[in-house]
């Protein structure tokens, strides 16, 4: 048994290599503006040869987390104000996170996806459309991963991470493919699950109480959720005052998309080719609307409003 443990760690210790926090990410202590903030413990390397799993809820072999370390995972991006809200919690306390976008998302919002690669997040894939894979068959499930990871790399305009993590965790007859192509997959050692919370509250409860019990993980939350975006800046205060710490995944190698895909995807894009990349908020701007009406005086006692103290 004890070799077989030993085995198994210097195995992970070879496909994730431990890293200095870097300067951009600061380390506990190091964020301007905030003496308490998480920062980054350490910056780990994937190697992604062969399709390697993370998230003990489904790939229990590579344990590289220390007690009290976790990795934060958003899915389902990038969406407008939610994302930006992340973005803005996370930059706050100087740390980083991996985001696995949807395809379809990323040409819907391609500023603010160039907005999360510019703040140094990982960014990796999550399909073309969030279709359940496991329901897919041959070409079309094929096409869902690739057109993904192309439509983030033209929307991030540079190769996206080779990270995958598939709707609803259904990976049922596609794990050699992504292995094949060298892509790591990626589960999650707990669930926040935000997309049936109503409240900041609940969300930063359900992470705290599994984290709790774990003692460490890959979280797995959702940047399209407006009550995850609320709950990210208390949820980051908690995980600081609790003594947590956060680990930064990266790649050894960015992903090369596939010509077919890129094509594919840019088929999607409409009036594709027409004027510059720029965010829409610089290309149109309201320099005109009605006035607001002026409040009219109120006639008599009768009108009065009371004023609660």
């Known amino acids: 048994m004890f070799l077989r443990t030993a085995i198994a760690a210097l195995f992970a210790a070879c496909l994730v290599q ?8 600061a380390q506990a202590g190091q964020c301007p503006g905030n003496p308490n903030a998480l920062g980054i413990a350490r910056t780990v390397e994937i190697d992604t040869t062969g399709g390697p799993g993370f998230g003990f809820e489904q790939y229990k072999m590579h344990d590289f ?3 009290k370390e976790v990795v934060f995972t958003f899915d389902d991006g990038p969406w407008p104000n939610n994302t930006r809200a992340v973005l803005a919690a996370l930059a706050a306390h100087c740390t980083k ?11 819907w919002h391609p500023e603010i996806l160039k907005e999360v690669g510019a703040a140094g997040h ?6 073309w459309s969030h279709a ?4 897919l068959k041959g070409d079309k499930a094929t096409e869902e991963i690739e ?10 305009g540079a190769p996206p991470t080779p990270f995958f993590r598939f709707p609803f965790l259904q990976d049922k007859g596609n794990l050699e493919y992504l292995g094949a192509r060298n ?5 999650h050692d707990l669930d926040s699950f935000d997309f049936k919370a109503r409240t900041a509250d609940t969300v930063m409860s359900t992470v705290m109480t599994k984290l709790e019990r774990k003692g460490k993980g890959i979280i797995l939350l959702h940047d399209f959720q407006q009550a995850t975006a609320a709950a990210m800046p208390g949820l980051l205060n908690e995980l600081k005052a609790k003594g947590y710490k956060v680990v930064h995944m990266k790649a050894k190698a960015p992903l090369a998309t596939l010509a077919q895909w890129d094509d594919a995807a840019k088929k999607e894009i409409k009036s594709a080719g027409v004027g510059p990349d720029r965010p829409t908020s610089s290309v149109v701007r309201t320099v005109e609307e009605p006035a607001a ?13 009371p004023v609660k103290k």
């Not at 996170?97 to 040409?107: D, R, S, Y």
């Not at 990982?122 to 399909?127: A, E, K, N, S, Y």
């Not at 359940?132 to 329901?135: G, R």
């Not at 057109?147 to 991030?156: C, E, R």
Request: net charge positive; aromatic share 6%; glycine share 12%.
């Open 18 to 25: 431990a890293g200095p926090a870097q300067a951009q990410g």
């Open 65 to 67: 987390l220390l007690m």
């Open 97 to 107: 996170a991996t985001f696995f976008p949807i395809g379809k998302h990323a040409l």
């Open 122 to 127: 990982t960014i990796g894939g999550h399909t």
């Open 132 to 135: 359940n894979l496991a329901k």
């Open 147 to 156: 057109k993904g990871f192309s439509a983030v790399k033209i929307a991030l």
């Open 183 to 187: 892509i790591a997959v990626f589960s």
């Open 293 to 305: 009406p002026q409040p009219t005086a109120a006639k008599g006692p009768a009108a009065a409003v």
